[in-house]
């Protein structure tokens, strides 16, 4: 018996590929029934990072601002890519926006909570794509991507960087 894809983790960099990567995503969900779950995650400050905003943001109102409006940030990113991308689509595909089940934000370590959160929800499938910076780095993947693939238990689609055609295509701005 073939496996079935019923949930499908979609991990977002914000990146044009990511976006690019969605597609693939969307189109996955749309031949399987699938329901889609958007991840992404703003990495944690460094702890060097935060004592510099702990030296140099003195204020613990100012401070706190500062670290939620980089969820905010994202949070809102991401829904201009989403906009964008369903505004795009052919009118028979809109529909597909249904099967999204959930849409997560968190601040944390992208490959470990990648792999917490496709374990936790019991995910058939993980769908990213390159981060931007891989092509000359990491031999075309990124080091999330890396991880993840190195760790996960389920099927992992990594989409590459598309070429310059294709990303005229993708761009989401």
């Not at 990213?128 to 092509?135: L, N, W």
Request: net charge neutral; with cysteine.
């Amino acid at each position: 018996m073939l496996p079935e894809v019923k949930k499908i983790l979609y991990c977002t960099d914000l990146s044009k590929n990511a976006s690019f990567a969605f597609k693939y995503a969307a189109y996955l969900a749309k031949v399987t029934g699938a329901e889609i779950h958007i991840l992404h995650i703003v990495e944690k400050l460094s702890s060097d990072a935060y004592f510099a905003l702990q030296t140099y943001v003195q204020n613990d109102k100012s401070r706190d601002d500062f670290l939620h409006h980089r969820i905010e940030h994202a949070r809102k990113r991401l829904e201009e890519r989403q906009d964008y991308f369903w505004n795009v689509l052919a009118p028979q595909d809109k529909a597909l926006r249904s099967q999204i089940a959930s849409i997560d934000i968190v601040e944390s370590e992208p490959a470990e909570t990648i792999l917490k959160k496709s374990r936790k929800m019991e995910c058939d499938l993980i769908v990213m794509g390159t981060h931007e910076k891989g092509r000359i780095m990491h031999t075309f993947l990124g080091s999330v991507a890396k991880s993840v693939l190195r760790h996960s238990r389920i099927p992992t689609l990594i989409v590459p960087l598309p070429d310059k055609e294709e990303a005229g295509l993708a761009a989401v701005e």
